[in-house]
């Protein structure tokens, strides 16, 4: 997006690796460090907004979860500029949501900004209002896997008839073998990003128990069990992926 700063969070050796938080550093670099990062982030964000041109009825909510700067609620905006629809946009990060914010007033067509919403909360703990469309892209990722079922349970019964998921993940593979081929590949995609061995393993660390991804197929076991009638991979780049779940009309 149209932040320019770039990620040097684990450039240097740290005596201690902390955590990773979507913190004000983080933020600051954020555009950057998830393009270079993620394979697939910026198609998978465009078509974000193409699924809500096809699939949303006219007057329809949208909420964004885990908006971290608003790159899929921007994309949607400039795409349906001229559709009446309301948004709302979801992150737990004060420093995420001054950006979404920010991004947002500078970006989205002036005619869009007033159905425009932005919430600084926790998803696990908003009261939902009737969708048509849910975005998680790369949000679920970071909840507490057993709250993870229940989430997709609530944002079920909150879509209406024919209302549409999108949840883009990291996920893991088995056998084990297959797993550190597509972790190693990925690696080389960071590599070939301009990421050194230490920004690597660095961040890898900082994520270990942050980011604790599943597999698609769990992905879809969760989605059945909450009650999505179609559920398909639409898009897999190494080991990022992106199901679109629909509700039966
Ligand atoms: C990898 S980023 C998401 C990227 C973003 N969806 C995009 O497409 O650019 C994950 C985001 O989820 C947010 N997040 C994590 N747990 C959350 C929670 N419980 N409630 C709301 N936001 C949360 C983080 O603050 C972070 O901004
Ligand atoms: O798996 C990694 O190494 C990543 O950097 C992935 C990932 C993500 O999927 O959200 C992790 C943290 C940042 O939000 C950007 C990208």
């Given at each position: ?120 909360g926790d998803i696990l703990a908003l009261e939902y209002r009737t969708a048509g469309m849910i975005v998680l892209n790369f949000t679920l990722q970071f909840l507490p896997p057993e709250r993870r079922a229940e ?21 893991r593979f088995e056998p084990e073998a297959v797993e550190r081929e597509i972790f190693d590949l990925h690696h080389d ?61």
């Amino acid at each position: 997006m149209k932040d320019a700063q770039q990620d040097h969070i684990y450039a240097t050796p740290q005596e201690r690796i902390s955590r990773f938080s979507f913190d004000e550093r983080v933020a600051r670099c954020f555009p950057d460090m998830i393009n270079r990062s993620v394979p697939g982030y910026a198609q998978i964000t465009a078509m974000c907004a193409l699924f809500a041109e096809r699939h949303l009825r006219p007057g329809a909510h949208i909420y964004d979860l885990g908006c971290s700067h608003g790159a899929a609620s921007l994309a949607i905006c400039e795409r349906l500029a001229e559709r009446p629809f309301t948004l709302t946009a979801v992150d737990l990060s004060p420093a995420m949501v001054a950006r979404a914010r920010a991004n947002l007033a500078a970006h989205c067509p002036a005619a869009r900004l007033d159905d425009v919403e932005l919430i600084e909360g926790d998803i696990l703990a908003l009261e939902y209002r009737t969708a048509g469309m849910i975005v998680l892209n790369f949000t679920l990722q970071f909840l507490p896997p057993e709250r993870r079922a229940e989430l997709l349970e609530r944002l079920f019964d909150a879509l209406e008839p024919g209302g549409v998921l999108v949840l883009s993940e990291k996920v893991r593979f088995e056998p084990e073998a297959v797993e550190r081929e597509i972790f190693d590949l990925h690696h080389d995609f960071k590599r070939a990003n301009g990421y050194s061995q230490l920004e690597i393993s660095q961040k890898r660390s900082a994520l270990e128990e942050v980011m604790l991804t599943d597999t698609l197929e769990i992905h879809h076991q969760r989605l059945e069990e909450a009650g999505f009638a179609r559920h398909f991979t639409w898009f897999q780049y190494l080991n990022f992926a992106s199901i679109l779940a629909l509700k039966a009309s």
